[in-house]
């Protein structure tokens, strides 16, 4: 069989174990005697070796089983979960993981096998006295066992009911066979469900099955001690259930016995006194019952979600923005007078795509904690490395964003949070010294305003030294000793996200290369969002970054700027003044105006977008888009107003790709073509 069809659900499965693992392991580290918790990572590490030994990969399916064992021994208390053994068991984290990618760029587990890591378990695993002892009864048990397998007395294993006495009597009235058929497998079987899977496949293919100790739902679960036993209904013989099953590998031994009407006489009656006083059973009723039952154990438990590509959710919204882009078309053609059914008849249009814009986003809509859940174990690591006592606080993370925001954005997040941990939090005897807990803090948040998700990391670390970074902008050349006194501190902490600007004065793994919030800024400004940092002295740091719930639909204000139409984003937009050319005065070669006591820069777009400007402005009124980036606003200079639109983003394509402060284009209602203002980026 090709399994390769199946790897990208593989791949997509294992992510989420994974990560439900890691999650596991963070809480064994807290709670090493929580029983829950570890059956939890059991049932992980259990579902991950049945996977990859489905697909066939040898090595992963090793380092899992002998992970089992080890959690086995932690469940039953034989050992105990101490640093040692949670850190071994984060090492084979790391090891699948690594496994994982090397599927996801290669399509095989390669060739590492780490060793290290299974001698780590092996050696847990020896140095447990209780497991030393365990070990050795096994053994000295083993040839008992193998001798009186054969003894077992040939006697009903299953323990039937009148229910089931009444479908055995049918059955054989009907002229059918009803068997009794125990399976025993080999006890070096690495895959017992799959081989019980098997076996159910070839029983369900001859016969009917009617009952089941353990229960189906066990033996799916691997909860069953190497063999089970079933009752079939069939129209077969013994041998050929005998030859089926013995073909399948690492079937110890088949034993059918043949249920008959002496065996039914001696079924007990007294545990089912609802039948008691049934002179006869329906037979409609039995048929029926049977028929759920054998249904029951043929159907696999499935899930009420479904696995979509992305791409194709990508189609759906390009249909999507294709029905808008029509609506709105439809909305601006000139039919003459427009009739009251042409006007009701275009609003329920625009209902219906509007919600079907709608339901599409929220298909797209992914909860951030898919990315916060990799944080906890971050900061664990960093914190023992960097020595420092370190907690994460999360909220917030059943926040939705945008699918491919939400696949952007966990680079910058590292990044902000390292920095945190690193440049933010103190040494513990410093934070003692200054009367601080020992403990540093870092809160990790998400929470939606208005059309935006608003994710800040906050720390409640050092802070940021203005000072210091006021020297190295003059030492490293950015500004003159007399200007770079006279910024305020927003000023200054701009310069932070300069390229090559770092205030460290050690470079480690983690920091001070010069290579950071410059690249985090590049990144959630590439997403349409914004980034600030807060910061005060001996107190600690915040970055506030915005970003926008969708990057497909918005919704825009349409301008003029000399020939062309173009599109500001509306969630960009602050307010719209009309201002006199007298009002606009010039402060340090930028030009300025005060509006409500506040001195906001004007940019005329003409000027950016390399437009000619009107004639004789100075004559009259000029339109003055007040747009915000943060706390920062600007004023844009256009020619005039068209209106509010919803608009489809589109790309401008690989050759156009990167052009400054253009964000994309969209096709308007009569086919043209307005490019879409990159507020960000002129601001």
């Known amino acids: 069989m090709d399994m390769n069809q199946y790897l990208d659900v593989f791949v997509e499965e294992s992510k989420e174990h ?44 090793n380092l899992t089983h002998n992970m089992e064992n080890v959690l086995d021994a932690l469940r ?25 990618n090397e599927i996801i760029s290669t399509g095989g587990e390669g060739e590492q096998e780490y060793e290290e890591i299974i001698q780590s378990l092996t050696d847990i695993l020896e140095k447990s006295p209780a497991v030393k002892s365990q070990t050795q009864k096994k053994k000295k048990n083993k040839k008992a066992d193998d001798k009186n397998i054969d003894q077992k007395d040939k006697d009903l294993r299953l323990n039937l009911n009148i229910y089931d006495k009444n479908v055995i009597l049918k059955a054989i009235e009907e002229s059918l066979n009803v068997f009794q058929i125990h399976v025993e497998l080999d006890k070096k079987c690495l895959l017992k469900s799959a ?39 069939t129209k077969h013989d013994e041998s050929l259930f005998q030859k089926e099953l013995n073909s399948v590998a690492e079937v110890r031994n088949v034993e059918v016995v043949r249920i008959t009407e002496k065996h039914a006489g001696n079924i007990q009656d007294e545990d089912n006194e609802q039948y008691l006083h049934d002179d006869e059973p329906d037979t409609a009723d039995v048929d029926s019952a049977a028929q759920a039952q054998k249904s029951g154990i043929a159907k696999r438990l499935t899930n009420k979600t479904v696995r979509v590509d992305i791409d194709r959710l990508d189609v759906l919204m390009n249909l999507v923005s294709e ?5 709105t078309r439809l909305d601006d053609v000139g039919v ?9 008849a275009l609003e329920n249009l625009e209902r219906i795509t509007t919600s079907l814009h709608d339901a599409v986003m929220k298909v797209r809509m992914v909860p951030v904690e898919n990315v916060f859940n990799r944080f906890p174990r971050m900061v664990r690591d960093i914190s023992k490395e960097l020595k420092k006592d370190i907690v994460l606080h999360m909220s917030g993370e059943e926040t939705e964003l945008d699918r491919t925001v939400i696949d952007e954005i966990g680079e910058p997040l590292i990044h902000i949070i390292r920095n945190s941990a690193d440049h933010g939090i103190e040494k513990t005897k410093d934070r003692i010294a200054k009367g601080k807990s020992k403990t540093g803090s870092i809160w990790l948040r998400a929470y939606q305003d208005g059309n935006n998700v608003v994710i800040e990391v906050e720390d409640d670390g050092m802070g940021i030294d203005i000072e210091k970074v006021r020297k190295k902008i003059v030492e490293r050349g950015f500004e003159e000793e007399e200007i ?60 506030i970054i915005r970003l926008p719930l969708t990057l ?58 390399d437009v000619p400007r009107e004639k004789n402005t100075a004559k009259k009124e000029l339109t003055c888009v007040i747009v915000k980036k943060g706390d920062k606003l600007s004023g844009l200079i256009v020619d005039s107003l068209i209106g509010q639109q919803e608009i489809v983003i589109k790309s401008l394509g690989k050759l156009l790709a990167g052009i400054r402060c253009i964000a994309g284009a969209t096709i308007l209602g009569d086919g043209n073509v307005a490019l879409i203002i990159d507020v960000n980026a002129i601001v």
């Open 552 to 609: 497909a639909i918005i919704q825009a204000l349409l301008v003029m700027v000399g020939p062309e139409k173009y599109a500001i984003p509306l969630s960009s937009i602050r307010e719209i003044n009309n201002i006199s050319p007298s009002e606009i005065k010039n402060v340090r070669n930028q030009e300025v105006i005060l509006l409500r006591d506040m001195v906001i820069p004007i940019i005329w777009l003409h000027d950016i977008l």
């Open 18 to 61: 994974l990560q439900n693992l890691n999650n596991s392991l963070l809480e064994l580290e807290k709670e090493p005697n929580n029983i829950t918790v570890l059956n939890e990572i059991f049932r992980v590490a259990h579902t991950l070796k049945g996977m990859a030994g489905t697909m066939g990969f040898s090595h992963m399916t």
């Open 323 to 327: 029905l808008i882009i029509i609506k």
């Open 76 to 100: 039953s208390k034989r050992v105990e979960a101490d640093m040692t053994v949670v850190d071994t068991l984060f090492k084979c984290l790391d090891a699948l993981e690594g496994y994982v």
């Open 336 to 344: 003459g007078e427009k009739t009251n059914e042409y006007i009701a």
């Open 195 to 233: 081989r019980a899977f098997l076996i159910f496949q070839i029983l369900d293919k001859y016969s009917e099955i009617m009952k089941s100790e353990p229960s189906v739902e066990d033996i799916e679960d691997e909860r069953f001690d190497y063999s089970f036993t079933v009752m079939v209904v």
């Open 484 to 543: 770079a006194a006279n910024m305020t501190p927003n000023e200054v902490i701009e310069y932070l996200f300069k390229p090559n600007f770092s205030t460290a004065d050690m470079v480690t793994d983690l920091s001070g290369r010069g290579v950071g919030l410059d690249v985090v800024q590049t990144k959630i400004e590439a997403l349409g969002g914004t980034i600030e940092l807060e910061t005060e002295w001996g107190k600690g740091s915040k970055t």
